[in-house]
């Protein structure tokens, strides 16, 4: 065989080859469902299990990496796996494991509900149940009165950062800096004196 020969049936090979990974990649596309119902809200099926685990609310990167860790130990399921090629009962699992990361070694500074009021205990709230929760929160510090409670009625910041600058409402645009608001002050004044002289009126004779 010459070298075109040679070249060609490489080639072919090449392309052979080629088109069959494209095939298996497709095929397991196929496999995947596109998006899973998980904890309450759509998540994409391609996600491996901690980037899944991570678009849940209430589920931040350092516990998504602690929870597929606990995952794997106890439940035997991979954490490369990707969302969409699990089973309905590993799903399950999954959701179980969310409800009582306690009780599957997870630690207790993780917990996004701490002490929590009403039961004592150490909770980890996720999507619909840690809104209820804040919302529920919200509304206690406003019936007690208390400093949270008018911050957060009137919509001002409520963890003691600096308003001066940030954190404006309503139609404030712009920053009269002192310097500027001295000058203008006297203009101002001399503008209202000639009025002030006006409404001035003579003593009776």
Wanted: with cysteine.
């Amino acid at each position: 065989m010459c070298r075109k020969q040679r070249r060609k049936s490489h080639s072919k090979r090449r392309s052979t080859r080629t088109q069959r990974k494209r095939r298996q990649r497709k095929e397991k596309k196929d496999e995947r469902t596109s998006i899973v119902r998980f904890a309450g809200k759509d998540v994409n099926g391609s996600l491996n299990l901690e980037r899944a685990l991570a678009q849940v609310r209430g589920i931040g990167l350092s516990m998504s990496h602690s929870l597929v860790f606990a995952i794997e130990t106890k439940l035997n399921i991979p954490k490369s796996s990707t969302l969409g090629t699990l089973s309905e009962e590993q799903i399950e699992k999954i959701e179980g494991v969310l409800k009582d990361p306690n009780s599957f070694g997870i630690p207790k500074f993780l917990l996004n509900r701490q002490k929590d009021m009403e039961t004592g205990k150490d909770l980890h709230l996720v999507s619909n149940d840690l809104a209820f929760a804040t919302r529920q929160d919200v509304s206690r510090e406003l019936s007690n009165r208390t400093w949270r409670g008018h911050r957060h009625q009137y919509g001002q910041k409520v963890r003691g950062q600096r308003t001066r600058s940030t954190g404006r409402t309503g139609t404030t645009v712009g920053v009269i800096k002192k310097a500027e608001a001295a000058k203008m002050a006297p203009a101002t004044a001399g503008a209202a004196k000639p009025e002030a002289k006006k409404e001035e009126k003579k003593p009776a004779a």
